[in-house]
C-alpha cells in the first residue's frame, strides 16, 4: 500500500499547501493540491449561528493540520480572540485565512484583562481563548477566567483539540486505564519533593511536562523516589517533523540524557507503582489484635469483623482462630455474668 505523508506544516505553513486525495479506482489515485482556506468549508448558511459566551478552543500542538472543522468556525465567528502570542497565534489564523481581532491574554496580564473580557461577554459577545498550543487553562492561561465566567453565568464552551497529555499517553505503551497529570512540577523544592512522594506511590501512570533544559535536572529528582528500574517514555516533539518517543527505565534515562540535550517540548510519563499484595499476618499476630479488642470490651463478632477487615483475612478463618483461642475465655465470662 502506498502511504502518502502530509506534510508538517509548522516548518513552512506557506510551502506546503495540504493534499486531497481523490481514490478512482483500487489501482489509481489523483493527487490534487489546494490551499488551506479553500480545504476549510465557508458555507454556514445552514447552521445555527453561534451562542454568545466564551470558547476554549484547542489548537494543534505542533502541526497545523491538527485543528477541527468546528475551532476555525468559532475563530472565524468570534468578535475577538484572546492570544497567549498574538504572533505566534497569527500565523495559524493566516494559514486558515481567519481574519478576526487579537488580544494578547497571557499569565502577565491575565488579572489585568479580565474585567474587560468579563465586560464583552456580558454585552453577548463571542469570545475565543487559544493558547500557543493545545487546550486554553490546561497549564496555560485561561482556567481562572473560565472559572470567573462560571461564577457570573457566562456560559463556558469548549471546542476539543490536540492534547499533548492524551497523545503521548496512547502511544507511550503504559497503561491507560488510569492516569495522573501532575503538569510541571512546583518552583518550591519543598513542595516538589512532597508531589513526588505522592505520585511515586500511585499505581496511575504519572504524567509531567518537562522544559528541555531541565530533563536531566527532573531525571536526578524523580530517580531517588520512583527507583531506578521503574519505565518511562520520554515524548518529544510530538505532531511535529522530529517527533519522537524514547522508552527505556529512569536509570537508563539519565544515562542517555546526561550526554544528549533534547529540543522542544516533552511529555514524560512514569508508570505506576506495582500493586504489591500484602502478606497475611501470622496466626499469633491475630490471636494478638483480637485479645485487645476483646479485652477493650468488643464482642467476639465486631472483634472478628474489625480484624478481618484490617487484614484482608477471610473472616470465616478469622472467627475459626477467635473461636479456638477465645470462645472458652467469652463462654466463662458470660456465664459469670448471669
Given amino acids: 500500500m502506498a502511504i502518502l505523508r502530509l506534510p508538517y506544516a509548522s516548518i513552512g505553513a506557506s510551502a506546503f499547501p495540504p493534499l486531497s486525495i481523490l481514490f478512482r479506482s483500487p489501482r489509481t489515485a489523483a493527487v490534487s493540491f489546494c490551499s488551506a482556506s479553500e480545504f476549510v468549508p465557508k458555507d454556514d448558511s445552514k447552521r445555527s449561528p453561534l451562542k454568545p459566551g466564551l470558547y476554549l478552543v484547542g489548537t494543534p500542538i505542533g502541526n497545523l493540520e491538527d485543528i477541527t472543522l468546528r475551532a476555525i468556525r468559532v475563530l472565524r465567528s468570534a468578535n475577538v480572540i484572546l492570544s497567549e502570542d498574538t504572533r505566534h497565534s497569527g500565523k495559524l489564523l493566516q494559514y486558515y485565512n481567519i481574519k478576526a481581532h487579537l488580544l494578547s491574554y497571557h499569565k502577565?496580564?491575565?488579572?489585568?484583562r479580565e474585567q474587560a473580557v468579563l465586560n464583552r461577554l456580558k454585552q453577548g459577545e463571542i469570545v475565543a481563548l487559544i493558547s500557543d498550543a493545545g487546550t486554553p487553562g490546561i497549564s496555560d492561561p485561561g482556567s481562572q477566567l473560565a472559572k470567573m465566567c462560571a461564577k457570573e453565568n457566562i456560559d463556558v464552551i469548549p471546542i476539543p483539540g490536540a492534547c499533548a497529555v492524551v497523545a503521548a499517553l496512547s502511544a507511550s505503551g503504559l497503561d491507560t486505564d488510569e492516569f495522573t497529570?501532575?503538569?510541571?512540577?512546583?518552583?518550591?523544592?519543598?513542595t516538589r519533593k512532597e508531589r513526588l512522594v505522592v505520585s511515586s506511590n500511585e499505581t496511575r501512570t504519572q504524567i509531567f511536562y518537562v522544559p528541555p533544559?531541565?530533563?536531566?535536572?527532573?531525571?536526578?529528582?524523580?530517580?531517588?523516589?520512583?527507583?531506578?528500574?521503574?519505565?518511562?517514555?520520554?515524548?518529544?516533539?510530538?505532531?511535529?517533523?522530529?517527533?519522537?518517543?524514547w522508552r527505556g527505565s529512569l536509570g537508563e534515562a539519565k544515562q542517555e540524557f546526561l550526554i544528549r540535550q533534547p529540543k522542544g517540548e516533552i511529555t514524560l510519563l512514569i508508570e505506576g507503582k506495582e500493586e504489591t499484595k500484602a502478606?497475611?499476618?501470622?496466626?499469633?499476630?491475630?490471636?494478638?489484635?483480637?485479645?485487645?479488642?476483646?479485652?477493650?470490651?468488643?464482642?467476639?463478632?465486631?472483634?472478628v469483623k474489625?480484624?478481618?477487615?484490617?487484614?484482608?483475612?477471610?473472616?470465616?478463618?478469622?472467627?475459626?482462630?477467635?473461636?479456638k483461642k477465645f470462645g472458652k475465655q467469652i463462654q466463662v465470662e458470660d456465664e459469670a455474668a448471669e
Avoid: W
Wanted: charged share 25%.
Fill in 306 to 323: 474489625t480484624v478481618a477487615e484490617r487484614t484482608s483475612m477471610r473472616k470465616k478463618e478469622v472467627y475459626s482462630l477467635a473461636l
Fill in 213 to 245: 533544559h531541565k530533563l536531566s535536572q527532573f531525571l536526578d529528582e524523580t530517580t531517588p523516589y520512583f527507583g531506578e528500574s521503574r519505565r518511562c517514555v520520554i515524548a518529544r516533539e510530538i505532531t511535529k517533523l522530529h517527533e519522537e518517543f
Fill in 181 to 190: 497529570f501532575v503538569g510541571f512540577l512546583p518552583k518550591h523544592s519543598g
Fill in 279 to 303: 502478606e497475611n499476618p501470622t496466626e499469633s499476630q491475630l490471636e494478638q489484635e483480637l485479645a485487645v479488642l476483646i479485652s477493650d470490651g468488643h464482642s467476639l463478632s465486631t472483634a
Fill in 108 to 112: 502577565f496580564n491575565e488579572a489585568q
